[in-house]
């Protein structure tokens, strides 16, 4: 059976009261109830047929009130689409068979299933000007002829009691399914801001493990095309020389695998030597080896004594050391003489120094400026609530300082 348009349901905001009053959104009536609609309607006009005789004395009296019978209870099917228009018609309707002399009929409780509709719908104030409506012509239509009529006074106030009941009724049906829908908005945006957080934290691993690769990679291929050079070029005169540099190229080699293999195990937890320790302070001693081995005069120099440092803190300290040391065989030029590495312990921070006499390879840093290696060291101090400075030293070369709080501090 194919109902016209203005039978069917309209979309989420004028829902069904019944189906939001009840909690019965998502089952069998939140699809049909344009068919309830439809047997309250024949049920009440049906009721109210045999009635129509006794108020019908002329013939276009009862047709009359057969028309107005099937305008309060017909009119019902479009509520959903026009809840405050269909209400203020039955009004009319109502005014309508008063004048034709019909105070009251079965059909005129249409009024109240009206009334509550609006208060499900509407401001608390439009509903209750409609209430208030209905009322004035309930009383206007039945106090006149109290003495001809079925009820006494007792009754008819009982009516008033019930049409405002109903507005009540329809009232907190609207305050609960705002209540509702305040809830869903909240859990959805709760969800929101739980998937943004979500993207966020991949992003931000994603670029912790960035920085870790690079920092890898290019301090490990540095070196290793360092040692290949010098290896090329003794490689005649100087064998033995040439093959300590391969030695080397070999060991510099496999300790970027196996750093490599730590950082992406973090991407396969079942990955053997996820949970190996990460470089800290205490390999910076082997990092200036290699450097030294790679033909770079690096200087290791430590003031203070040394404390107790979180795991963390001291992977950012060896990185910090090996992305200045990958910087300076990058732009420090051929004629760099000297290179130190100062690592000095304060109360309650650490200073990591790393300065050379080279060619001046870079512009001071400032957020967003520098290569990635630079932006990789300032994002490591930033997550410390530390503080780097990079650029030229006076009198030539270039110098990295950063200032790291210790864990008590920070």
């Keep these: 059976m194919n109902f016209p348009a203005w ?9 069904p009261a019944a189906v939001e009053a009840f909690g ?21 006009f049906l009721y109210n047929l045999p009635i129509l005789p006794a108020y019908g004395r002329e013939s276009w009296q009862g047709a009359a009130l057969l028309l107005v019978s099937c305008a309060l209870c017909f009119l019902w099917l479009l509520r959903r689409r026009h809840p405050l228009g269909v209400l203020l018609v039955l009004l009319l309707t109502a005014w309508v068979q008063t004048l034709l002399g019909a105070p009251l009929l079965p059909a005129d409780v249409m ?14 104030w439009v509903s209750l000007a409609g209430a208030t409506a209905t009322v004035g012509w309930a009383l206007f239509s039945v106090v006149p002829l109290l003495d001809d009529l079925f009820l006494d006074l007792g009754q008819l106030g009982v009516l008033v009691v019930v049409t405002f009941w109903v507005w009540t009724w329809g009232v907190l049906v609207r305050v609960r399914r705002l209540h509702m829908a305040g809830l869903r908005e909240r859990a959805e945006q709760a969800e929101r801001e ?17 920085r ?3 920092d890898i990679v290019a301090h490990s291929l540095s070196v290793m095309v360092l040692l290949s050079d010098g290896a090329a070029s003794k490689v005649e005169s100087d064998p033995r020389l040439a ?13 970027s695998l196996t750093d490599m293999r730590r950082m992406l195990g973090v991407l396969r937890d079942a990955e053997p030597g996820v949970h190996a320790p990460q470089p800290g302070v205490g390999e910076v001693p082997e990092l200036i080896a290699q450097s030294r081995a790679a033909g770079l005069p690096v200087e290791l120099t430590t003031v203070g004594a040394e404390t107790t440092l979180p795991d963390t803190l001291q992977l950012t300290i060896y990185r910090l050391v090996q992305e200045s040391l990958t910087n300076v065989r990058k732009h420090a030029g051929p004629r760099v003489g000297r290179v130190e590495v100062r690592l000095q312990y304060r109360p309650g921070q650490v200073e990591v120094r790393v300065s050379d006499d080279g060619h001046t390879h870079a512009d001071p840093i400032g957020p967003g400026e520098g290569g990635h290696g630079l932006l990789g060291m300032r994002e490591r101090v930033a997550a410390h609530a530390g503080t780097l400075s990079a650029g030229p030293r006076e009198g030539g070369g270039f110098e990295v300082a ?3 709080p210790t864990e008590e501090e920070s």
């Design 111 to 124: 009024l109240l299933l009206a009334v509550f509709n609006v208060a499900t719908r509407h401001h608390w």
């Design 194 to 210: 739980r998937e943004a957080n979500a993207r966020f934290a991949v992003a931000e691993e994603r670029a912790r493990i960035a």
């Design 24 to 44: 019965l959104r998502g089952s069998w009536f939140s699809g049909k109830m344009w068919f309830v609609d439809l047997l309250v309607a024949g049920g009440v």
């Design 402 to 404: 950063a200032v790291l």
């Design 7 to 15: 039978l069917l349901p309209s979309p989420a905001p004028n829902a």
């Design 243 to 255: 093959k300590t540099s391969m030695l080397h190229v070999r060991d510099t080699g496999r300790a």
């Design 212 to 214: 870790e690769i690079h």
